[in-house]
């Protein structure tokens, strides 16, 4: 199996899985992790880079818990995810039972708002309603959970769920057992729950099994049993991969170094940055002939808590008989300027970034896949 050494600032996994036709594909990932403080000073993360993910990695329990970071092992991901983790901050020295939390980054512009506590109560005139919100003391978890959404499976007889979000709060068989319960605390300013029809809302990666993803994954019958098991039915659409919800999703690839503004995520307030471009080139070599493959951004995952951004990049192409075939993988980076070049570092505004040398992949044939 294909080994990589790699000696640049990303971590890089090789992968490989069939796709829905059975054939083999290698996959190769790209993850940069950057830091991005305060004052919007970026620096390559150096010391503990995020690795790429082979499944979802969940905030508890994979059956109970919304996705924290979804995995990159798909052979291929159209246009650009761009998901946000963190919590909600109340303004500092404001008794704010309220903080509307912004994202903003090429064509993606949103705005959620999480509310301190607060309970269902049961309307005038009928109808689940969120009673008022309490102040906000500490910061509020940006999780799904939290939002509108559920799965009520308490009734064997009838079942009531959101497959927008199975893991929110506010669907029940019965309604009314919910008053006096927490409510939801994240919410779309322009649709308040309870004020029409309620809409899940959140910054994270949706999981699979929700809307709209599922609608993407296919017929799983008894056609799909006896003649495509184990590999994905015929009307797979790759669109499954994509994990953003569908405001935080662009169908043109982003570029990387597109201005950032995250509001109400942090303790400041306001948090802004841009990253430096990076432009990697992968390329192979089988039995003496070259081929380039063509790649582009498909994931960039802002975490406010630790205030670091991930860009991640992949390629796949099928994989010959043997794996002895693969020559070589040659991986090029470079880092496209954006305003002011320097020898190894580019500045714009409040941006400053250094990197290392460039990186070069080069082949190793060993048994079993690595990242490096």
């Known amino acids: 199996m294909l080994q990589m050494s790699y000696f640049g600032p990303g971590k890089t996994m090789v992968h490989v899985i069939k796709d829905e036709d059975g ?12 830091n991005a403080d305060a004052q919007g000073r970026v620096t390559f993360e150096e010391e503990s880079p ?43 020295g404001k008794n704010a039972s309220s903080v509307d939390v912004s994202l903003r980054m090429g064509p993606i512009d949103k705005t959620l708002r999480a509310h301190g506590l607060r309970v269902w109560q049961w309307g005038t005139f009928g109808g689940l309603s ?32 959101d497959f927008r979000n199975t893991l929110g709060r506010g669907v029940a068989v019965n309604p009314k057992k919910l008053v006096g319960q927490p409510a939801a605390q994240i919410e779309y300013p322009d649709n308040p729950i309870g004020r029409g029809e309620n809409k899940p809302a959140g910054f994270g990666a949706l999981c699979r099994h929700w809307d709209p993803r599922r609608a993407f994954a296919g017929t ?15 009307d797979f659409d790759v669109r499954f991969n994509i ?35 990076m432009a990697p080139g992968f390329s192979s070599v089988v039995l003496g002939q070259r081929s380039e493959h063509r790649t582009h951004l498909d994931t960039v995952l802002i975490d406010a808590d630790a205030m670091r951004v991930e860009l991640t ?29 320097g020898p190894l570092a580019v500045t714009t505004g409040p941006l400053a970034v250094t990197t290392g040398p460039r990186g070069r992949l080069s082949l190793v044939l060993d048994e079993g896949a690595s990242s490096g």
């Open 50 to 92: 995020t690795e790429p993910l082979t499944v979802d990695l969940h905030e508890g329990d994979a059956a109970t818990s919304s996705i924290r970071k979804p995995s990159d092992a798909f052979h291929e991901k159209p246009g650009t995810d761009v998901l946000l983790v963190g919590h909600a901050h109340a303004p500092r």
């Open 220 to 234: 799983y019958d008894e056609r799909w049993e006896e003649t495509k098991l184990p590999y994905p039915p015929d």
């Open 130 to 161: 969120p009673g008022p919100s309490r102040p906000i003391h500490e910061p509020v978890p940006l999780l799904w959970e939290l939002a509108w959404g559920g799965l009520d499976l308490s009734d064997p007889g009838e079942l009531a769920g």
């Open 243 to 277: 994990s953003a919800p569908a405001d935080q999703w662009s169908a043109v690839p982003l570029r990387g170094d597109e201005a950032v503004e995250v509001k109400g995520a942090t303790p400041e307030g306001l948090w802004r940055f841009q990253l430096p471009r």
């Open 23 to 34: 054939r083999e594909q290698l996959i190769v990932v790209l993850k940069y992790t950057f």
């Open 313 to 341: 990049f992949r390629v796949a192409f099928p994989m010959p008989r043997k794996y002895e075939m693969v020559e070589r993988l040659i991986l090029v980076e470079r880092q496209v300027p954006s305003v002011t070049t």
